[in-house]
């Protein structure tokens, strides 16, 4: 008679064991599914602050960045953009953590290019960095909304030994203008909750 009450109790045990099992699976999926891990950053160029005589972007859940090529000339929403010329061709960089094998990214920005030279070598580009290990751009639109184009990259970052912090940035390769506005930079953390 004992050794079916511990049948049973072990039978139990093991069917709310599974059922424990199934509701925490769920609710990570349900979690995941709607981002509540996701951390992201989002800048708009119309948003300045200066900082020891500079003026810099700020960004949204973020904080400072790069000294901005500000212009009026062009703007995706908003009143400002990023210009990039051939002279200047890097802007809107963002110096985040040292990567981790795994850690998953997913960034955007628009992007308009002024055609001032017939040399049509080069683009607008959307880049991914960590030293000398890892390197990842986009310069094709995913989507055209008003003579503006959405570079997107979404990448995991690969096995290697990083010590070098990820570095997300726009870059001119060509001899053009080329204009970026609203950039997002997402990444997945599935810690942020048990952090001190």
Same mark, same amino acid.
């Given at each position: 008679m004992k050794s079916l009450s511990d049948k049973l109790?072990? &039978?139990? #045990?093991?069917?709310?064991?599974?059922?424990?099992?199934? #509701?925490?699976y769920v609710l990570f999926s349900i979690m995941n599914y709607l981002n509540f891990f996701v951390e992201e950053i989002i800048c708009s @160029?119309?948003?300045?602050?200066?900082h020891n005589n500079k003026e810099y972007l700020i960004a949204k859940?973020?904080?400072?960045?790069?000294?901005?090529n500000?212009?009026?000339?062009?703007?995706?929403?908003?009143?400002?953009?990023?210009? &990039?010329?051939?002279?200047?061709?890097?802007g809107l960089s963002f110096l985040l953590d040292v990567p981790k094998p795994k850690d998953e990214y997913e960034?955007? @920005?628009?992007?308009?290019?002024?055609?001032?030279?017939?040399?049509t070598a080069g683009s607008g580009f959307l880049v991914a960095s960590s030293g000398q290990i890892f390197w990842k751009g986009e310069n094709i639109p995913v989507e055209m909304k008003n003579g503006w184009g959405l570079l997107? &990259?979404? #990448?995991?970052?690969?096995?290697?030994?990083y010590n070098?912090? &990820?570095?997300?940035?726009?870059?001119?390769s060509s001899k053009n203008i080329y204009y970026f506005d609203n950039i997002s930079i997402k990444r997945?953390?599935?810690w942020k909750y048990f952090k001190n």
């Open positions: 109790l072990r &039978l139990n #045990f093991i069917r709310i064991s599974t059922l424990i099992l199934i #509701f925490i @160029v119309d948003e300045m602050v200066m859940n973020y904080g400072l960045i790069n000294e901005a500000k212009t009026d000339e062009r703007a995706q929403n908003g009143k400002c953009s990023v210009r &990039l010329i051939p002279e200047c061709n890097f960034a955007s @920005v628009w992007v308009h290019m002024e055609k001032i030279s017939e040399d997107h &990259l979404k #990448f995991s970052i690969p096995e290697g030994n070098e912090p &990820l570095k997300i940035f726009c870059w001119n997945k953390n599935y």
